[in-house]
């Protein structure tokens, strides 16, 4: 039994008189041996003397009431000057009692607090008084409040008002005239206050209707408007309340009521939640299932509510086979707009998800300053369709000149106790920082990424070994990429790069640069190896949510090949053209999603993902993407490309704008793959412009080979190439001109010479043809 005995029923008698709450001891003895009775009167303590509403929570022994604050002197704030109306208004205060087992009652919170809808209320307090029983409150009919508090330390303040618009005309009935239901959620553990508001709601509705408010978990708070709408609130104290999931609910909530028949789904087992009904006064249970969740995603075309299930399941529920469910739902309509950003949600929720199971609990503190959504917390937000022209609005606001007044430990009666005030006190006093933002490391990559050039470090084709260093002292091995990560998600391409740096280098080392820099900022006394290990981390989960995200949109469109199976550009030959176009979109989006977030693609992806736009998209398309640099074309690509197109004239000239789209030192690779009178010649013209414009002989070789070759050239063909009346040539004249610029070690004379008679005998029929044209 209850210790406390609180009367909130209140004592309504005179109207000038106010409720009160008051303490009942009853003086209690022992009859005969066998029960207990009452001796004398009970004694009466007065609590509270006068209040507005009021509501006991059993759970935590908290009582809450409201009332009003008398407004200040006028004298004492303007001075001589006259008062505005409004500043002479009582303000409504709450006022939050903690009581404790055979220990005085003690006052832990007083808040200022800023309702809608008083402003119309009735200043005589004596009008209809409504008592809720099976809430725990009291107030007065024209006032519907309601406070949840968790152990966490969040204290919801929950508001529910109606109102008219101006703009309205009054019609004939009453009761079907169209009003605003809004609600208001003030987070005091976020110091800001929510706004919802529901248009075109019926009065006679809105006027019988009683919002309900429970927790949901730890992080979430249901509000239910019976017959208006259903919102899940994140309330977590780890971020911003950014999520919400909003949705209509059924007709009426009867017992054991199931989410799924609410957005539809079958029954399962799942998290169930049990609030009370105000209106009915019945304990009604809400289920959220797996299948509930789905199919919400899938029915909803609203984003935010898309991203909040998202959010849902990859953060709080940590259901990696349902986010990849979702992901999949996600690829049935690769071509909608709102794919990247449904994928920038996974990469990033993912990779917090994993990175707080992994870390220590000594580096909470860093953890909170990694990314955990994409959301944005913005000051106004549409959600779900409503029968009417105009849709449910949700807005935020922070409280200003609060003034909230929390009760620290050190006052406390009990100063070893921890419970909720104790928490919002932490919570509240403690220093916030704001999130390590992805846009940062974006900027950081669009200007160093102009002066990268992996050509200029390295021309030769040594593809990067599993244990081969990253930059910033990173390993491939080291990021967990162990043989046991690329089994569990197959990728449909050899994950290699042919080349000795690539950008996936140089993206995880700014990446962990910044990040850890970004952590010494706000915590200079840590640890540089913790830091350097939480940033490690991060960096090292990034690269296996990328990975594995690539592996669900290339299993949602194709079979994914096996280990014995043809991966690569022999798998992409082998797909049928719709498919492959499908796949490319997916891809692309990935792409997209990828680059506004600074994640890394994984290795061999950008191979991959060229040749599939060059097998399924039109050629002007394809150099569309290449020249907006989504496409990075290197030799393997090139190679790839050059072997599939045969040389007809138009290919010819395809094969000419691809290569001339690229680098010179990869062009200059690309050519020696094609055997073509065209090759010859551009090669030649090129390394006869190396050697005039000073720069080398353009061709790597070594001085062994160059003499060996050049000896034999001169001795077979020598200065009688393109012999004249007086035994000279305009080829051997160019030659002294060039052995005046560079040694002959450094000429290449086999390749001048055949890409002279290239150019010669490719060219002759076109000027043949000019000819005749001329002479008819």
Not at 104 to 110: A, F, G, M, Q, Y
Request: proline fraction near 7%; charged fraction near 20%; hydrophobic fraction near 40%.
């Amino acid at each position: 039994m209850d210790p406390l005995l609180l009367d909130l029923t209140a004592a309504v008698g005179l109207p000038s008189q106010l409720p009160t709450i008051a303490i009942y001891s009853f003086p209690l003895s022992l009859k005969d041996g066998t029960s207990w009775v009452v001796d004398d009167q009970p004694l009466t303590d007065s609590v509270v003397r006068s209040f507005v509403w009021a509501q006991w929570e059993p759970r935590h022994k908290h009582l809450y009431y409201l009332h009003y604050r008398p407004p200040p002197e006028v004298g004492l704030t303007f001075g001589a000057g006259e008062a505005e109306d409004d500043e002479l208004r009582p303000r409504p205060m709450l006022t939050a009692l903690q009581f404790h087992p055979n220990k005085p009652h003690e006052t832990v919170l007083n808040v200022p607090l800023e309702l809608s809808g008083l402003e119309h209320s009735p200043m005589d307090l004596s009008g209809d008084y409504r008592d809720q029983g099976l809430l725990h409150s009291a107030g007065d009919a024209w006032l519907d409040l309601r406070v949840v508090t968790s152990p966490s330390g969040a204290v919801c303040i929950c508001h529910h008002y109606i109102y008219k618009s101006r703009l309205a005309e009054t019609p004939a009935d009453p009761e079907s005239c169209a009003v605003y239901l809004a609600y208001s959620v003030t987070l005091l553990h976020h110091g800001c206050v929510l706004h919802s508001v529901v248009p075109g709601v019926p009065w006679g509705h809105a006027h019988s209707v009683l919002p309900t408010y429970s927790l949901f978990g730890e992080h979430y708070l249901l509000v239910i408007v019976p017959g208006v709408c259903m919102h899940m609130l994140d309330i977590g104290l780890d971020h911003l309340p950014n999520n919400h999931i909003v949705t209509t609910p059924p007709a009426q909530l009867l017992p054991n009521a199931q989410l799924y028949q609410i957005i539809g789904g079958k029954v399962s087992s799942g998290r169930s939640m049990t609030f009370i009904d105000g209106v009915n006064q019945m304990t009604v249970e809400v289920r959220v299932t797996k299948e509930s969740l789905f199919s919400l995603f899938k029915s909803s075309p609203i984003l935010s509510t898309r991203l909040a299930i998202l959010h849902l399941t990859a953060v709080h529920d940590k259901d990696h086979d349902l986010s990849r469910k979702l992901m999949w739902s996600v690829c049935e309509d690769p071509y909608n707009l709102d794919t990247p950003a449904l994928l920038q949600e996974y990469l990033v929720g993912e990779t917090y998800a994993a990175v707080h199971k992994h870390i220590d609990s000594d580096a909470g503190h860093l953890i909170s300053l990694l990314p955990i959504t994409t959301a944005p917390f913005t000051s106004d937000t549409e959600y779900i369709e409503s029968p009417v022209e105009e849709n449910v609005r949700i807005s935020y606001c922070f409280l200003e000149n609060a003034c909230i007044m929390l009760l620290s430990p050190r006052e406390r009666v009990v100063r070893s106790l921890t419970d909720t005030w104790t928490k919002l006190w932490e919570h509240t006093s403690k220093r916030h920082h704001n999130r390590f933002s992805l846009t940062d490391v974006v900027d950081k990559l669009m200007v160093s990424l102009d002066t990268y050039k992996p050509e200029a470090l390295s021309c030769g084709s040594t593809p990067v070994s599993p244990a081969s260093p990253l930059v910033g002292g990173l390993t491939i091995t080291s990021l967990g990429l162990t043989l046991a990560h690329l089994m569990f998600d197959p990728l449909p391409f050899n994950e290699a790069e042919n080349t000795t740096s690539s950008k996936l280098e140089h993206l995880l080392s700014v990446t962990l640069r910044e990040l850890s820099m970004y952590c010494l900022k706000h915590f200079p006394h840590e640890s540089p190896m913790r830091v350097h290990a939480v940033a490690s981390k991060f960096v090292c989960t990034q690269l296996q949510v990328s990975r594995r995200l690539c592996s669900i949109l290339c299993s949602s469109q194709t079979l994914v090949p096996t280990e014995k199976s043809e991966k690569g550009f022999t798998f992409i030959e082998q797909l049928d053209e719709a498919v492959a176009t499908r796949l490319f979109t997916l891809l692309e989006r990935y792409h997209s999603a990828t680059d506004a977030v600074a994640y890394p693609l994984p290795q061999g992806y950008n191979s991959f993902l060229s040749y599939l736009a060059h097998r399924c998209l039109p050629h002007h398309v394809f150099m569309q993407y290449v020249r907006r640099g989504v496409l990075q074309l290197n030799v393997d690509v090139l190679r790839e490309i050059i072997y599939d197109l045969d040389d007809t004239p138009k290919n010819v000239e395809r094969k000419l704008e691809i290569i001339s789209s690229v680098p010179l030192v990869r062009s200059l690779r690309a050519l020696q793959y094609w055997q073509h009178p065209m090759s010859l010649i551009l090669r030649s013209r090129l390394h006869a412009a190396s050697i005039l414009a000073g720069e080398g002989p353009g061709q790597p070789r070594t001085p062994t080979q160059s003499a060996r070759i050049n000896a034999q050239h001169l001795q077979n063909k020598g200065l009688t190439a393109f012999p004249t009346a007086d035994r000279l040539s305009p080829f051997d004249t160019f030659l002294d001109l060039l052995t005046a610029k560079a040694n002959l070690t450094d000429l290449d004379l086999g390749l001048l010479y055949e890409g002279t008679v290239s150019s010669c005998e490719y060219t002759k029929p076109d000027l043949e043809t000019d000819i005749s044209v001329g002479r008819t």
